[in-house]
């Protein structure tokens, strides 16, 4: 997997917008798994505190993300997330180093 592009990405949402954060990404997670050069795409929230959201992606490749992040909805998302977020994304570059559990 030395082409894939895979990340982990933090949301703090403001918590008054925690519950429509969740439900417009829950709609997201099936649409993104079903797109070209999606490996892994898993959405998780904090037990303990349920306005910080994890995202785990691995994309084929760079140029795999960049098609799923152009996107319509994707790009509303972009361009609106701050009346969602606490704070901007903070995203943390990862290298997969075993194989993909989501396809084998």
């Given at each position: 997997m030395s082409?894939?592009?895979g990340f982990i990405?933090?949301?703090?949402t403001r918590p008054e917008?925690?519950?429509?954060?969740?439900?417009?990404?829950?709609?997201?997670?099936?649409?993104s798994r079903g797109e070209p050069g999606c490996?892994?795409?898993?959405m998780l929230q904090d037990e303990q505190d349920p306005?910080?959201?994890?995202?785990?992606e691995v994309w084929a490749s760079k140029e795999a993300l960049d098609?799923?992040?152009?996107?319509a909805h994707m790009k509303a998302f972009f361009d609106t997330r701050m009346d969602y977020l606490e704070r901007d994304f903070?995203?943390?570059r990862i290298r997969?180093?075993?194989?993909?559990?989501?396809?084998?």
């Open positions: 082409d894939a592009y990405l933090y949301a703090k917008q925690a519950e429509a954060f969740k439900a417009l990404f829950l709609g997201y997670v099936a649409a490996v892994e795409y898993h306005s910080l959201f994890v995202f785990f098609v799923h992040s152009g996107l903070d995203i943390q997969m180093l075993s194989p993909s559990s989501a396809r084998g």
